[in-house]
């Protein structure tokens, strides 16, 4: 029983009731009779996920349930929307903390791509990937604050609504950073402050596209892309490994068999 309560078929079809409420629920006020019903519901299915976790650490024990990769994006959704319990308790107000406990429902959503053909081994991905990607991330974050310093240095008087402050300036560069409308702001400051410092400007920008935009996003792409896909080439790798071995071991045994026919020649 306790198997089958935790069995991927009945936790999948829980995700899809869950699904189905939050979505037919945005079509609905909150004071309608419908709405509480379907409310009541994700509710339902919210205690079902928490009763699910406690039943496999119960069922597996917790070190085998933490040492899968999906039990623990399990838990960390979970453990995210489990707020959601408290609304009945917190009353019927519109106040934020209430939006909020309600939106960290809309996390559960999440749990489906676990079910994706090969999730486990897309998620697997997808975290080495990240690790691998770390320091690059890192290195463009440093990066982007350092050319948001100097921004905010050069251009905070001609454009003080892009650059007026450090964090105004940064989240520009960062805008920056996608290639997504640069030339805007550099035309701006040209028309604002004048030719040279439009030249400037342009040039400024020119670089930070050509350094960061286009160089230091595709590093961090191909870096991410090759963790991504190592373990589609590692079996291969392990198949010519195995093949060199074997190619060692027949040349090993070939000479063994050699070794007498070139002693009695000698003799």
Known sequence: MLRFFISDRVVLTVIFINTIALFARGFFNETELISQ???????????????????????????????????????????????TLAIPFCGTNQSSV?????????????????????????????????????????????????LAFFASVLFKESSPEHFGNPLLSLYTIFKVFTVEGWYEIPDHIAAASGMWMGVLARAYFVFTVATAGLLGLSLANA???????????????????AMREQLASMEAKIDQLLAPDATCSKQ
């Open 37 to 83: 019903a379907l409310f009541a519901i994700e509710y339902a299915c919210t205690a079902y996920f928490l009763c699910e976790i406690l039943a496999k650490t119960s069922y597996l024990g917790w070190k085998k349930y933490w040492g899968i990769t999906g039990n623990r994006f399990d838990f960390f959704i979970i453990l995210v929307s489990l707020p």
């Open 98 to 146: 209430v939006q909020i406990l309600r939106a960290s429902r809309l996390l559960r959503f999440i749990r489906l791509f676990r079910y994706v053909p090969n999730g486990e081994h897309l998620l697997n991905g997808i975290l080495r990937a990240l690790k691998a990607s770390i320091g690059v991330f890192l290195a463009l974050f440093l990066y982007n604050v350092l």
């Open 223 to 241: 870096i991410f892309v090759d963790e991504m896909i190592l373990d589609n080439t590692k079996e291969l790798e392990d198949d010519v490994a």
